[in-house]
């Protein structure tokens, strides 16, 4: 389980310094703080941050909305402009650069966490919303639960290539995908089972597939979907995961299994 990584772009030291602690109080990660474009280039590539945080002006004037170009250029992520400015002309050439919010200093506490939480949601949402590959007609399983309804896709919780946010509370918790042994459905929710840790979340089971890498997680119950990584053994009614789980292998989905075992993949 990792807290969203925060990339800080400020040259004042003493403001960068009192929003970092700022941000580790709402348990966010910070995972560096840059004064200016290029080492702000250096960590963006090293640390590869969740979100940006980008104070419009720098050691040169508007050499934050550099850094906002240099993102949009390299990196699927989100980023708020911090500013001490609220010009028309700041704000036109900052807004051409579709930022994910926009904060004029002194901000408060609140107005901070209410923006990256948003920016964060909006992000992940127009990635979902991006043309996905035609879905799969899905299987039919016919036993004694079969009045038992999905639920309907939620949105309070954000899935990405590699990555899960969790809301948690007031905070979204990011959960690397390939951490993640099994969902089961419960409900009107999916139990996320992490190796140290599971987590409700509102989303239905065939929408989670339909995000999920194929080669990795396999639905063999109406159910559950299993990371084959992370399977102990297979039989023909049940696998076994390394934590010892016992996961029931669903009549329709016995030729999951097969292929499973003929890829050699656990």
């Known amino acids: 389980?990792?807290?969203?990584?925060?990339?800080?772009?400020?040259?004042?030291?003493?403001?960068?310094?009192?929003?970092?602690?700022?941000l580790l109080e709402m348990n966010y990660e910070v995972v560096g703080i840059a004064?200016?474009?290029?080492?702000?280039?250096e960590k963006l590539l090293k640390y590869k941050p969740d979100i940006a945080l980008l104070d419009i002006f720098l050691t040169r004037?508007?050499?934050?909305?550099?850094?906002?170009y240099f993102i949009r250029q390299n990196f699927e992520m989100p980023f708020i402009f911090l500013t001490s400015y609220s010009d028309s002309r700041t704000l036109n050439e900052a807004k051409n650069l579709q930022p994910n919010a926009y904060l004029v200093k002194p901000f408060q506490v609140d107005s901070l966490y209410t923006a990256?939480?948003?920016a964060i949601f909006n992000f992940a949402q127009q990635i979902k919303k991006a043309p996905q590959p035609p879905k799969e007609e899905q299987m039919v399983e016919i036993d004694d639960d079969d009045n038992q309804e999905e639920h309907e896709k939620g949105d309070t919780n954000l899935i990405l290539d590699n990555m899960i946010f969790v809301k948690n509370g007031d905070f979204f918790i990011k959960i690397p995908v390939n951490?993640?042994?099994?969902?089961?459905?419960?409900?009107?929710?999916?139990?996320?089972?992490?190796?140290?840790?599971?987590?409700?979340?509102?989303?239905?089971?065939?929408?989670?597939h339909n995000h999920l890498n194929n080669d990795v997680f396999y639905r063999i119950h109406k159910s559950y979907i299993v990371n084959i990584a992370f399977i102990k053994a297979i039989k023909s009614n049940q696998?076994?995961?390394?934590?010892?789980?016992?996961?029931p292998v669903g009549r329709v989905y016995k030729n999951v299994v097969m292929e499973i075992l003929q890829k050699n993949r656990f």
């Open 116 to 118: 990256i939480e948003i």
């Open 61 to 68: 004037q508007n050499e934050g909305i550099e850094v906002a």
């Open 179 to 208: 951490d993640i042994m099994f969902f089961q459905s419960e409900k009107n929710y999916v139990e996320l089972f992490a190796e140290k840790s599971k987590y409700l979340i509102r989303h239905s089971l065939s929408d989670l």
């Open 35 to 41: 004064s200016s474009l290029e080492e702000a280039k």
């Open 239 to 247: 696998i076994m995961m390394k934590n010892g789980n016992l996961i």
């Open 1 to 22: 389980m990792q807290n969203v990584k925060i990339l800080i772009v400020e040259d004042e030291l003493i403001i960068a310094k009192d929003l970092k602690e700022t």
